[in-house]
């Protein structure tokens, strides 16, 4: 049991175990503030364009209301998160690109020296 309890933490400290309970406690507080922003600015305006509040938006099919303009309101809010999500990939992507570049720069930096050292120890015999 204690191996059990060992192995656990370990896999527990890893970084990318808490970046991800990090990147889920922040992705729930985005995405509150994106539904904030949907239902109550976003979609007033909409209301304001098609003439009624979208989330009073119904249908009724054999008795039973089916409520297309929440469901509008949903797909808009996955619209905004999944955007902005694509961004910040996209920044992440643009960030690593750059330090990746930093690395072979620093390899190829080393190979040069590495070079030089061997020539300079041929010369030396």
Known sequence: ????FKEFKQFVSKGNVLDLAIAVVMGGAFGKI???????????LFGIIVGENFAGLTAEVN???????????????FLIISFFIFLFTKAINKFKKKEEKKEEKKEEESV?????????????K
């Open 34 to 44: 994106v539904t904030a922003l949907v239902d109550n600015i976003i979609m007033p």
């Open 112 to 124: 040069v020296l590495l070079k030089e050292i061997r020539d300079l120890l041929k010369k030396q």
């Open 63 to 77: 008795g039973s209301p089916i409520a297309y303009g929440l469901f509008i309101q949903a797909v808009i809010d």
């Open 1 to 4: 049991m204690k191996g059990f």
